[in-house]
């Protein structure tokens, strides 16, 4: 999912996580904030906090949905065996 504001001047990219396995972990995602395309933070997020953070932002901030379509599954190494 990617949402947007400013005429795409910040951007959050929210893709899904997987193992080296290519199993989807449940629940987390990779959140990726850019302005003006350049990469500002990633970090990992719940599906509740994606939700409360979209609405939020749509709803309060004039942030508009670009991308409604699942993005690719990104391997992240700071999980490691913690899930």
């Known amino acids: 999912m990617q949402i947007s504001a400013k005429g795409g001047t910040i951007?959050?990219?929210?893709?899904?996580i997987k193992t080296w396995?290519?199993?989807?972990?449940?629940?987390?995602?990779?959140?990726?904030?850019?302005?003006?395309?350049?990469?500002?933070?990633?970090?990992?997020v719940s599906t509740s906090q994606l939700d409360e953070e979209v609405r939020d932002r749509v709803d309060n901030f004039n942030?508009?949905?670009?991308?409604?379509?699942?993005?690719?599954?990104?391997?992240?190494?700071?999980?490691?065996g913690a899930l």
């Open 21 to 44: 396995s290519n199993n989807i972990i449940p629940d987390k995602f990779l959140r990726i904030l850019s302005f003006k395309g350049e990469t500002q933070t990633k970090r990992i």
């Open 11 to 16: 951007v959050l990219d929210y893709y899904p």
């Open 63 to 80: 942030y508009s949905i670009t991308g409604n379509k699942d993005n690719l599954p990104q391997f992240h190494s700071h999980l490691g």
